[in-house]
């Protein structure tokens, strides 16, 4: 048995541990499928969301430098942590910019926010306005 086997094992045995399933019903849940099936089709892509085609955009963002394939990909998948973002997942109620509190804080609005530096603005670089805004924002 190979690392890689021993700790897919622990990891299955420590979920079962964790769902209190008892000893003897461990070989069902997972010979019948079930407890995978329902586990796959809870976790799986739901159509129409931003990160549904997310290997596609990873492979178009990594051959560049690490923090604009990270700006790029954050944004492209909008879990970038800006205002929309962290009002859509609960944490800000409202999605107004923290740098100046008039637009909604997300992509498009960086080449329009007068607390950037408008060189970049006017060179249309999301990458270094993303970074800045969150400098700005901590």
């Not at 394939?69 to 859509?88: I, P």
């Not at 740098?99 to 408008?118: A, Q, S, W, Y």
């Amino acid at each position: 048995m190979n690392d890689w086997q021993k700790r897919l094992l622990k990891t299955q045995t420590s979920l079962l541990l964790e769902n209190n399933y008892p000893k003897q019903d461990w070989k069902r849940v997972y010979t019948d499928g079930s407890e995978l099936k329902d586990a796959a089709e809870a976790g799986g892509p739901r159509r129409g969301k931003s990160w549904e085609n997310i290997a596609n955009y990873w492979k178009e963002f990594s051959r560049r430098s690490r923090k604009e394939a990270v700006a790029n990909f954050r944004l492209k998948t909008r879990h970038d942590c800006l205002a929309e973002h962290l009002k859509r997942i609960g944490i800000l109620t409202n999605s107004l910019c923290p740098i100046h509190k008039t637009d909604t804080m997300n992509r498009e609005h960086f080449l329009v926010c007068p607390g950037l530096d408008l060189i970049l603005q006017l060179g249309g670089d999301v990458c270094q306005l993303y970074w800045s805004a969150r400098e700005c924002m901590s």
